[in-house]
């Protein structure tokens, strides 16, 4: 007879993963990790596995992976039959995600900096409202926004 793996109730396994009890919850409403079987006392019970793959999960996240890309490697995990260079293709794509954020980010650090320069500590006041203000009053009646796939 197999030994049973020990069944950890939610505040636990999150302690034993990292991920905290409303992530768990949010990760079985996902289909991250299946719902969970509950206890006589109706407490949801997590075995080792199952602390494993919320260890994972974090991890996927913590790389700033969305919860469709996590999906992805969950379900190549669990095709043992299945083409592992897909695993390679989910993290090219996040990488290229990671590349164009990065950019962003340089821009925004130069428009930031910018911006901080009008306030030198010279004189009695800093500029950078006066600046926000100018800013938003020429420019231009922004296009609606397009409907962009969010990353999470």
């Given at each position: 007879?197999?030994a049973?793996?020990?069944q950890h109730?939610i505040g636990?396994?999150?302690?034993?993963?990292?991920?905290?009890?409303?992530?768990i919850?949010y990760?079985?409403?996902e289909?991250?990790?299946?719902?969970?079987a509950?206890?006589?006392?109706?407490?949801r019970?997590y075995?080792?596995?199952?602390?494993?793959r919320?260890?994972f999960?974090r991890?996927?996240?913590?790389?700033d992976?969305?919860?469709?890309?996590?999906r992805t490697?969950?379900a190549?995990d669990?095709?043992?039959?299945?083409?592992?260079?897909?695993?390679?293709?989910t993290?090219?794509?996040?990488?290229?995600?990671v590349?164009?954020r990065?950019?962003?980010l340089?821009?925004?650090?130069?428009e930031l900096?910018?911006?901080?320069?009008?306030?030198?500590?010279?004189?009695?006041?800093c500029?950078v409202?006066?600046?926000?203000?100018?800013?938003?009053?020429?420019?231009?009646?922004?296009?609606?926004?397009?409907?962009?796939k969010?990353?999470?």
């Open positions: 007879m197999a049973q793996s020990p109730r636990e396994a999150a302690r034993l993963s990292g991920v905290p009890a409303a992530s919850r990760y079985e409403k289909g991250l990790l299946a719902a969970q509950r206890a006589d006392n109706q407490y019970v075995s080792d596995e199952e602390v494993h919320l260890r999960v991890l996927c996240r913590a790389m992976m969305s919860l469709g890309e996590v490697l969950l190549l669990a095709d043992v039959r299945g083409d592992g260079h897909v695993a390679c293709i993290l090219d794509e996040h990488l290229e995600h590349r164009t990065l950019a962003e340089r821009t925004l650090e130069k900096l910018a911006l901080r320069s009008r306030c030198d500590g010279q004189g009695g006041q500029h409202i006066e600046a926000l203000h100018a800013r938003a009053d020429s420019e231009p009646v922004p296009p609606p926004l397009p409907s962009v969010r990353h999470v």
